[in-house]
């Protein structure tokens, strides 16, 4: 069935060190993989996707790979900062049904 | 990206009765889609809502409990009926950019009391 699976579900990590959120998806015909960061009380927010006709994307602090093969792809935060603080989600297009697939979510809390 | 309005922004419901919650897009949109947010969890995909047919529902979900109208390309509706305290959540509308990806509403959080 249409499933990802998101790890670690909580990560703690000191100020200036790297985080990295895992994912892996069921459908190998998916194609699309955004990465959603979500405040406390506010909405999901995309902070970076990427497609499968690419294996690695940047935007400055964060990154995004991507194992077809393998069906996993990472977000990597370096420099990590007290405001990347938050609950941060990976989805997964299913390609039948052309719907967004969401991972269970990795509370991530930078200490300083 | 597209501005996606929602209200209520919040309620504060009793059990057995039904709220219906609106969603506003600045721009038209083919494809409109509900979200759940339990407490602590993460999204689940109630509905797709598409302009002049009816709504898809992913499994679980019922038209019964969740009616969905879709009248226009810029605006829709969901019900949530015959609440009950398990039905407490985070509402979320959502629309697809040009580029596929996707926009979420500041979102409607329900209790039920």
């Known amino acids: 069935g249409e499933n990802v699976e998101q790890h670690p579900s909580t990560l703690s990590v000191q100020e200036g060190d790297s985080a990295v959120i895992k994912c892996t998806y069921s459908?190998?015909?998916?194609?699309?993989f955004p990465w959603y960061k979500q405040e406390l009380g506010k909405r999901p927010q995309l902070i970076i996707d990427?497609?499968?006709?690419?294996g690695e994307k940047k935007d400055q602090r964060i990154a995004v790979t991507l194992n077809k093969t393998a069906k996993h792809f990472s977000l990597h935060i370096t420099e990590t900062q007290p405001e990347d603080s938050a609950v941060y989600f990976c989805?997964?297009?299913?390609?039948?049904?052309?719907?967004?697939?969401f991972g269970q979510g990795t509370r991530l809390t930078i200490n300083p | 990206s597209a501005v996606i309005s929602q209200k209520p922004s919040r309620d504060i419901c009793q059990r057995g009765t039904s709220l219906t919650i609106q969603c506003q897009v600045d721009?038209?949109?083919?494809?409109m889609f509900w979200y759940r947010q339990q407490p602590g969890q993460s999204l689940t995909l109630i509905a797709t809502?598409?302009?002049?047919?009816?709504?898809?529902?992913e499994s679980g979900f019922v038209i019964d409990k969740f009616p969905i109208s879709r009248p226009n390309l810029t605006f829709s509706t969901l019900t949530v009926s015959n609440m009950s305290p398990e039905d407490s959540s985070i509402y979320l509308c959502?629309?697809?950019?040009?580029?596929?990806?996707?926009?979420f509403g500041e979102g409607s959080r329900l209790t039920v009391l």
């Open positions: 959502s629309v697809t950019g040009a580029a596929g990806e996707l926009f």
């Open positions: 459908d190998s015909a998916s194609n699309y």
């Open positions: 990427i497609r499968s006709n690419v």
């Open positions: 989805a997964a297009m299913f390609q039948g049904a052309q719907k967004l697939v």
């Open positions: 721009s038209q949109v083919t494809m």
């Open positions: 809502a598409n302009q002049g047919s009816e709504a898809t529902y």
